[in-house]
């Protein structure tokens, strides 16, 4: 259940980070801005997946009790 808590925070952030990064140049065209707009989703997306797959490593290697609490 966590883990699609987690999968749907990534997508919701990727979607929303990648429409406001591609809506900030208002003179480009449209197919432009959707070239823009699924650059910056899948690379917010696979930023966001390296970052939990270090934090995931990271606590399986060192236990991250101390960060929780």
């Known amino acids: 259940m966590i ?5 749907s925070l990534i ?3 990727s979607l929303v980070g990648g429409w406001l990064l591609s809506a900030r140049k208002k003179s480009e065209e449209k197919p432009i801005k959707i070239m823009f707009f699924m650059v ?3 690379l917010l997306f696979f930023v966001q997946l390296a970052i939990l ?4 490593y990271y606590d399986k ?3 991250l009790e101390w960060v929780i609490s």
Do not use: D, E, S, T
């Open 3 to 7: 883990f699609a808590l987690i999968g």
């Open 53 to 56: 797959a270090i934090v995931y």
């Open 11 to 13: 997508l919701v952030v």
């Open 61 to 63: 290697k060192y236990g």
């Open 40 to 42: 910056y989703f899948w």
